[in-house]
């Protein structure tokens, strides 16, 4: 890694939000509560926020002005902050009610043959074919709308977009990953890329964009890591709900979680070829025990920020390194 952070008095920090539905989301903010009222250390001012899929809630939260320990207090119905609680007030949807369960029938339904664009872009990289990303262009459309959950947010930001914010989706014709805020990306209301970010292949209902079709971005990746790779970030910080910590995982979901951990393994290598230090934030024993197997359990929201909270806390107690990130650069290098 760089040393004396090119003589800057702080490293400059990505924050990547990984994909996990509700019960990631919690996740997230049990890790991120921790981080700021243990280390000290604000997760809204990382230089640059990546998320995806439920990431991109939590980042575009962040990124407009929400702390994260309202993040973690409105799922206990707990005080917030004057500025956060204003902000959620207005962003979060009332009376939205449960998500509808994700139905097997659904999938059922005819599937599409492959299209035009995804047969032009296996024959310009086919080594760069996945047979899963393909499966989803080809998937039935998903028949939930997801579009009043975000009126309150497009209210708040219109067309105005972070400084700072990558939100990670699918485009559905080809499989091909589209970063929104990115330079030289395709623009989107903040809104409709969280949206797009979220729209889970089959189930939700897809997003339309200027005319083509988008589907949750951890289809492409979970994390989607590798997105900070030419940035030259000084530090990393992945927050992973859909691994597992050191890959170790067991139970029905441990192959799920093992290839995920190995997908960000690739990444993190990527990240560190280009000069960066990685910081892994994954699930331990206890708060995938509180996650369950169900993505959008909205009933386990607070146990899993309380496992999640002290998971990092005792990381944090343990990781000199972590543990610096709220503070000035002392010394001339970073280990």
Not at 281 to 287: D, F, K, M, R, V
Not at 304 to 320: G, Q, W
Request: charged share 25%; net charge positive; hydrophobic share 40%.
């Amino acid at each position: 890694m760089r040393g004396a952070f090119g003589g800057r008095q702080r490293p400059t920090i990505g924050l990547v939000l990984g994909a996990g539905g509700v019960v990631g989301q919690a996740y997230q903010a049990g890790v991120l509560a921790a981080l700021e009222r243990e280390v000290g250390w604000d997760p809204r001012n990382a230089d640059i926020i990546v998320g995806t899929s439920a990431g991109s809630v939590t980042g575009a939260a962040l990124r407009i002005g929400v702390p994260a320990t309202d993040l973690a207090a409105t799922t206990y119905g707990a005080p917030l902050s004057r500025r956060g609680g204003a902000l959620l007030e207005r962003i979060l949807p009332p009376d939205a009610g449960p998500l509808p369960s994700p139905s097997v029938k659904a999938l059922l339904r005819p599937w599409s043959l492959p299209s035009p664009a995804l047969i032009t872009r296996v024959a310009r990289r086919p080594l760069a074919f996945r047979p899963e990303v393909a499966a989803v262009t080809m998937l039935p459309r998903g028949q939930v709308d997801i579009t009043e959950r975000a009126r309150g947010l497009d209210d708040v930001m219109g067309d105005r977009w972070p400084d700072g914010l990558r939100i990670c989706a699918v485009r559905r014709s080809d499989g091909a990953r589209v970063v929104f805020g990115r330079e030289g990306s395709p623009s989107a209301r903040l809104a409709s890329a969280v949206l797009a970010s979220c729209a889970i292949p089959g189930y939700f209902r897809p997003i339309n964009i200027d005319g083509h079709e988008y589907v949750d971005g951890g289809i492409h990746s979970v994390t989607n890591a590798d997105v900070l790779k030419s940035e030259g970030l000084d530090i990393v910080i992945i927050v992973s709900s859909m691994s597992a910590a050191h890959g170790n995982a067991r139970g029905a979901d441990a192959m799920l979680r093992r290839s995920v951990h190995r997908r960000m393994e690739r990444e993190v290598t990527r990240l560190e070829a280009g000069g960066s230090a990685v910081i892994r934030l994954e699930p331990g024993g206890e708060s995938r025990r509180m996650m369950g197997l169900r993505a959008m359990a909205e009933d386990r929201g607070p146990r899993v920020i309380e496992a999640a909270y002290e998971e990092t806390r005792k990381r944090v107690l343990s990781t000199p390194f972590l543990a610096c990130l709220g503070r000035p650069a002392r010394t001339s290098a970073v280990g």
